[in-house]
C-alpha cells in the first residue's frame, strides 16, 4: 500500500552541491510530476513526464533536471544548488484527468 | 503569476463556524479539484467537480463549479477542529496531464 514514495524526506546541502531527489510509485500510472512549494504560493510545477520516455517542462525549471528512468521511477536532479531552492518538493503520479497521488514531500534546505 | 487565486490566504474560526473559500482563474479548465494537506504530508484529493455549475456535497463539504468553469468554492458548514488544514484547488487542462494549484487557504478551526 505505499502509492508513491519520495527518499530522502529531509536534506540539507550547502550552495553549489548537487543531488538528486528520487521518487518510484506502484500504482502503474503513466504520468508524473515534480512540484515544489513555498509559503503562499501553493505547488508549482517544475516538470512531468506524461508517460515513459518523455519529460516536459513546467512553470518553474530553471536549475533543475529531470528522469523518467521507468514507468515507476521518476528522479529530479540539482546540479549546482542555489539557496532559492530551499523548499518541500512533492514528487506525485496519475492517470489522464484523474486526481494526483502525492508523495509525503523532501523538505530541503541549501545554505 | 498564479494562474488560481484562492482567498483567503489565512482563516482561523471558532469551532461550529461556517466558511467559504474562493479559487478564481482567468482559464477555463476541464475540471477543478480540491485537495486538503495537513502537515508533513503530501496533499490528498477531496472532490472532482467536472461540469460548469455543479454542486457537490462531501458531509459537511460543499463544492461548487462555476458556470463558466473559471472558479470554484468550498463551503464548510460547522466547523470542526478535525477540518484544519491546508486546501488546495486545482485546475486541470483540456489535455488531462498539467494541473495547476492555487495559493491555498490555511484554515485553523479553533476548538
Known amino acids: 500500500n505505499a502509492g508513491v514514495t519520495q527518499t530522502p524526506k529531509f536534506q540539507v546541502l550547502k550552495t553549489g552541491q548537487s543531488m538528486t531527489l528520487q521518487c518510484a510509485q506502484d500504482m502503474n500510472h503513466n504520468s508524473m510530476y515534480w512540484y515544489r512549494q513555498d509559503p503562499g504560493m501553493g505547488l508549482r510545477l517544475i516538470y512531468y513526464s506524461a508517460s515513459e520516455g518523455t519529460t516536459d517542462k513546467g512553470e518553474v525549471p530553471n536549475g533543475y533536471n529531470v528522469s523518467r528512468l521507468n514507468k515507476r521511477e521518476f528522479s529530479l536532479r540539482l546540479e549546482s544548488a542555489a539557496p532559492s531552492q530551499t523548499s518541500v518538493y512533492f514528487c506525485a503520479s496519475s492517470e489522464l484527468w484523474q486526481p494526483q497521488h502525492f508523495g509525503d514531500g523532501t523538505r530541503l534546505s541549501i545554505l | 503569476t498564479q494562474l488560481l487565486e484562492q482567498s483567503p490566504q489565512f482563516l482561523s474560526i471558532q469551532e461550529g463556524e461556517n466558511l467559504t473559500v474562493y479559487c478564481n482563474s482567468s482559464?477555463?479548465?476541464?475540471?477543478l479539484q480540491w485537495y486538503r494537506q495537513e502537515p508533513g504530508e503530501g496533499p490528498v484529493l477531496l472532490v472532482t467537480v467536472v461540469t460548469g455549475g455543479e454542486v457537490k456535497k462531501l458531509k459537511r463539504l460543499t463544492f461548487q463549479f462555476g458556470d463558466a468553469r473559471k472558479d470554484s468554492s468550498l463551503h464548510i458548514t460547522a466547523a470542526q477542529p478535525g477540518d484544519t488544514g491546508l486546501y488546495l484547488c486545482a485546475g486541470v487542462t483540456y489535455t488531462g496531464n498539467q494541473f495547476y494549484f492555487g495559493t491555498g487557504t490555511s484554515l485553523t478551526v479553533i476548538p
Open positions: 482559464s477555463v479548465f476541464s475540471s
